[in-house]
């Protein structure tokens, strides 16, 4: 089974926040070199309803970080911002989403059309998707 399968599976269903949550989480590990589950931290500020909560399963499934564990911690917040921490390298980014990519997410109206925009995003490059908003090395 795929990771986008597993996200689904875990999830319930395929939405586009759910997958921007998994990208990100991927993207983020990668900028700081940091390996999942342990010796990371993740700091992540969204408006906490939904569907943009939905970003916070991706982003558990990617990073390894979770509620549970108590190494990722979620914050009410009017912003997207996600910090990822490697605790061991001591360095963090901070990532948003792209502005457009903002945009079309908050116009999606019907599940069809949502459906169809994770897909789309599922094959974007994260480059596109993402912004790094301050990173520490």
């Known amino acids: 089974m795929n990771k986008l399968n597993s996200a689904i599976k ?3 269903h395929l939405g586009p926040w759910l997958v921007m949550g998994l990208l990100l ?3 983020g590990l990668k900028k700081i070199k940091a390996k999942k589950y342990f010796g990371l ?3 992540a500020k969204l408006p906490y309803r939904k569907p943009v ?3 916070v399963d991706g982003l558990q499934l990617s990073s390894g970080c979770t509620l549970g564990k108590r190494n990722i911690k979620v914050i009410n917040s009017r912003n997207i911002e996600i910090k990822l921490t490697n605790l ?6 901070i990532l948003g989403i792209d502005d457009e990519i903002l945009r079309r997410l908050k116009n999606l109206k019907t599940h069809d059309e ?3 925009f994770a897909d789309k995003i599922y094959r974007m490059k994260p480059q596109t998707l993402f912004k790094i908003l301050r990173k520490v090395s």
């Open 53 to 55: 909560s939905c970003f």
């Open 10 to 12: 875990f999830h319930g």
């Open 25 to 27: 989480g991927e993207y």
């Open 41 to 43: 931290k993740v700091d």
């Open 88 to 93: 061991i390298k001591r360095n963090h980014i």
């Open 114 to 116: 949502s459906e169809d």
